[in-house]
């Protein structure tokens, strides 16, 4: 049986068609599956970064510049311990949000290491939080309390 020329263009032009449509869903398909790795790795490791830095940046610019404030007078007891608490509140915050990620084996043990290192930093805050609490003693000169806690303690 002879197929003619214009059966033989139909039948490529369908297999070419088919052809085309089969690797225009795998490449869909592949693309889903790169958007859902790419997707995974912001969550688990770029949310993460930014969630460090502001633990991070809440540690060390929030409550030691409260500190600083109020060693130097600048600003009440009142709100040297509202600007502490409220870092420490968005520290428990991230650090949740943190510990709610995926972590490699390598982020678990670094971050049973930096909860350990919290629980220093969280003691010598609530010292430094009641120095400056309303049932505190007034003091005239409230950095000589502090300084003396926190340079002899270590």
Known sequence: MQISIQQRLIYTVLFLSLMLMTLGGMGLYNLQQVNQSLKTVYEDRV?????????????????????NKAQVGLVSAENTAQQ???AQQMIDQQWLAYKATSLTADESRLAQTAEQRFAAANQKIYAF?????PTARPDPRPTHRADRHFISSD
Do not use: E, R
């Open 47 to 67: 949310v993460p970064l930014k969630q460090l830095k502001i633990i991070a940046d809440a540690y060390a610019v929030n409550i030691i510049d409260a500190a």
């Open 84 to 86: 502490v608490a409220a």
């Open 129 to 133: 939080k009641a120095i400056f609490s």
